[in-house]
């Protein structure tokens, strides 16, 4: 009798098991993103990409005076797409804009897509020029001009001096001067 209860149980436990089948990946994706709908987040993410592009689109459509105009009274993220700019005065605007940041300027310091006129003139500022920051983002990017980093390498720490010395990102020239006066400090 007990035999029979346990082939019983054994048959009634095989058929649930095969009888289960594990929910699709399609319906867990849909109640997933059902559930970010409810939470209101897909939704912003969408708008946000909504802005983004048609700022994007509404930026490629201006005239070289409209682009200008935007970089300098414009929001963070119009002078972000701006300073790509092919057009040279369009980019030297957004630096030259009165609400740029501290922040924006070092991102635009280390970035190796800007050109190299860019950099230039913010080497040239000395507002910028009294941020150390600023100075050794400059140093560190590759595309700045040679004669502006050899100018500023003598201004930096001792550590600084080291790193730059070693970095592989740079003009051998620069990394030569930097590794000499990191000596020079040491000796001191």
């Not at 709908?37 to 909504?50: A, P």
């Not at 507002?127 to 600023?134: C, D, H, P, S, V």
């Amino acid at each position: 009798m007990n035999e029979e209860l346990k082939d019983k149980e054994d048959k009634i436990g095989d058929s649930e098991v095969s009888s289960y089948t594990a929910p699709k990946q399609e319906n867990i994706d849909r109640e997933t993103q059902e559930q970010a709908k409810e939470t209101g987040l897909i939704e912003e993410e969408e708008k946000k990409e909504k802005k983004v592009l048609s700022l994007y689109q509404k930026i490629q459509a201006m005239s070289v005076p409209e682009k200008i105009q935007l970089a300098l009274k414009g929001d963070k993220e119009a002078r972000d797409l701006l300073i790509r700019d092919s057009n040279r005065m369009v980019s030297t605007a957004v630096i030259k804009s009165p609400k740029i940041s501290e922040s924006e300027i070092l991102q635009i310091a280390q970035s190796s897509s800007v050109d190299d006129e860019i950099l230039r003139i913010i080497a040239k500022s000395r507002e910028w020029m009294g941020k150390y920051k600023i100075k050794l983002k400059l140093l560190n990017n590759a595309k700045t001009p040679l004669d502006i980093s050899m100018k500023f390498v003598s201004s930096l720490r001792d550590r600084d001096l080291r790193l730059l010395a070693k970095s592989k990102n740079i003009s051998p020239v620069l990394a030569t001067k930097a590794k000499r006066l990191s000596d020079q400090k040491s000796k001191r």
